[in-house]
């Protein structure tokens, strides 16, 4: 003899019922439509907009994100970069101290003109000499570059 009763089941199926019952009067949160964010919103070609239908302003306004696009990157923005160098002087005064120091970059002749902070000065007695440098590049126009040396062997 177990100690179950059929009546044990019986309820247990009536209770069953019941919450299923309960559950259908009570709304889902998955039965509501979540609206899409500026955020998850695809970009759209010219023909597509919000409501289905291609314009003029969309257009425009596509034209004008392709066009940003392929142009090219925006001033000033910066690089780090790790080379090995050469370092020389770039101006001198007219006592002949040097007051400005360059690096050409071994590999591809690249040369930077270093920013005159604490690290440049302390290599203005390492002129003429290979070092390894870390440091960002800086670049101030298309053709204007500048490197702010951060470490250096």
Not at 41 to 55: M, T, Y
Not at 85 to 114: A, C, F, M
């Amino acid at each position: 003899m177990s100690g179950f009763d059929d009546d044990d089941f019986a309820d247990d199926k009536m209770d069953a019922e019941e919450s299923e019952e309960s559950a259908k009067d009570e709304p889902s949160p998955f039965d509501e439509e979540v609206p899409r964010s500026k955020k998850a919103k695809k970009s759209l070609g010219p023909d597509e907009d919000d409501d289905g239908e291609g314009g003029d302003e969309d257009y425009a306004e596509y034209e004008e994100k392709k066009e940003k696009s392929k142009q090219g990157p925006v001033y000033p923005y910066s690089k780090f970069v790790r080379f090995t160098g050469k370092i020389s002087p770039l101006t001198r005064d007219e006592k002949g101290v040097v007051t400005q120091i360059k690096i050409e970059n071994i590999d591809d002749k690249k040369v930077y003109p270093i920013e005159m902070n604490d690290n440049a000065k302390k290599l203005t007695r390492s002129l003429f000499q290979e070092i390894y440098i870390t440091g960002e590049v800086i670049y101030k126009s298309e053709k204007e570059t500048i490197l702010l040396i951060k470490s250096y062997l």
